[in-house]
């Protein structure tokens, strides 16, 4: 695929509750192995929009399409194709279906939260095992009496090479929540990289981080995108770490796009700076 191929674009998201418009008629797209950004005060629908994207929410109104394939559509009438648990999500593309985030993520849509979700209870090595899971390739037999020895040797050596890339391998036998902020935020990222994405969201990575965690996260974004061949659409707040790395940036603002453009093109518009840069400090 060439650089200027879509691998996610949304048409016309709206995303309404009750009488609330948490997204208005959003189109934007990001395109194959770019970094884009996606900014706004906090309530301007960003979260909302990561949601649709990932089928947590069905959208009042649009359809998101990965690699030009439509996955997530509105549909007046309610008439979705369902999926069944386990079946294959991409046999659908391009059919209006509605499917749940574990189809999402076997299609190569990975995300990480604002709010570190690790399984507290878990092991650093068995919170990424178990994301390796989502990739066991079973048949119907080891599905249903565990993963076979074969396939769990393997998840278990991937499990091991991933730790080991991103630092965290002295890590793997103590509790996830045990790990400092700042690596349990790169655990969550590895363990989203476990199901091997081709597209990975993030929700503000470098929330509670300090200036020095921050800098080191631009240089994680930059390695994992290269090493691991992604595609990244994030949320941020930090707007050094947003200008740094991003390739494209998309403003939000009321649940309404105000602008989009490159880092140096947002820094100077004066809508955005009225509704979201100017007062970034005060926040």
Same mark, same amino acid.
């Given at each position: 695929?060439?650089?200027?191929?879509?691998?996610?674009?949304?048409?016309?998201?709206?995303?309404?509750?009750?009488?609330?418009?948490?997204?208005?008629?959003?189109?934007?797209?990001?395109?194959?192995?770019?970094?884009?950004?996606?900014?706004?005060?906090?309530?301007?629908?960003?979260?909302?929009?990561?949601?649709?994207?990932?089928?947590?929410?069905?959208?009042?109104? $649009?359809?998101?399409?990965?690699?030009?394939?439509?996955?997530?559509?509105?549909?007046?009438? $309610?008439?979705?194709?369902?999926?069944?648990?386990?079946?294959?999500?991409?046999?659908?593309?391009?059919?209006?279906?509605?499917?749940?985030?574990?189809?999402?993520?076997?299609?190569?849509?990975?995300?990480?939260?604002?709010?570190?979700?690790?399984?507290?209870?878990?092991?650093?090595?068995?919170?990424?095992?178990?994301?390796?899971?989502?990739?066991?390739?079973?048949?119907?037999?080891?599905?249903?009496?565990?993963?076979?020895?074969?396939?769990?040797?393997?998840?278990?050596?991937?499990?091991?090479?991933?730790?080991?890339?991103?630092?965290?391998?002295?890590?793997?036998?103590?509790?996830?929540?045990?790990?400092?902020?700042?690596?349990?935020?790169?655990?969550?990222?590895?363990?989203?990289?476990?199901?091997?994405?081709?597209?990975?969201?993030?929700?503000?990575?470098?929330? $509670?981080?300090?200036?020095?965690?921050?800098?080191?996260?631009?240089?994680?974004?930059?390695?994992?995108?290269?090493?691991?061949?992604?595609?990244?659409?994030?949320?941020?707040?930090?707007?050094?770490?947003?200008?740094?790395?991003?390739?494209?940036?998309?403003?939000?603002?009321?649940?309404?796009?105000?602008?989009?453009?490159?880092?140096?093109?947002?820094?100077?518009?004066?809508?955005?700076?009225?509704?979201?840069?100017?007062?970034?400090?005060?926040?």
């Amino acid at each position: 695929m060439s650089q200027r191929d879509h691998v996610l674009q949304l048409d016309n998201i709206t995303m309404q509750f009750g009488g609330v418009v948490a997204v208005n008629n959003l189109s934007m797209e990001v395109n194959e192995g770019e970094i884009v950004a996606l900014i706004g005060p906090n309530g301007a629908g960003k979260t909302t929009c990561f949601n649709v994207i990932t089928g947590v929410y069905q959208p009042s109104n $649009g359809q998101v399409s990965f690699y030009d394939k439509p996955y997530v559509r509105n549909h007046p009438q $309610g008439k979705m194709k369902k999926l069944y648990k386990g079946e294959d999500p991409t046999k659908y593309l391009g059919h209006v279906i509605a499917p749940t985030p574990d189809h999402i993520t076997k299609m190569g849509i990975a995300r990480t939260f604002q709010n570190i979700r690790l399984w507290k209870s878990m092991t650093v090595f068995d919170n990424v095992i178990v994301a390796k899971h989502m990739r066991a390739n079973q048949n119907l037999f080891s599905s249903t009496f565990r993963v076979n020895r074969k396939e769990e040797a393997r998840m278990r050596a991937e499990t091991e090479s991933l730790l080991r890339e991103q630092g965290l391998w002295k890590h793997r036998d103590d509790l996830a929540t045990s790990l400092p902020y700042g690596l349990q935020r790169r655990l969550e990222i590895a363990r989203a990289l476990a199901t091997d994405p081709k597209l990975l969201l993030l929700d503000e990575p470098a929330a $509670g981080m300090n200036p020095q965690e921050t800098l080191e996260l631009a240089d994680f974004i930059h390695d994992i995108r290269e090493k691991y061949h992604l595609t990244i659409l994030l949320i941020e707040h930090h707007m050094d770490l947003v200008m740094n790395i991003s390739d494209r940036i998309y403003v939000l603002d009321f649940g309404s796009l105000i602008a989009k453009g490159l880092p140096e093109e947002i820094q100077k518009n004066q809508h955005v700076i009225d509704a979201y840069l100017g007062v970034v400090e005060d926040e």
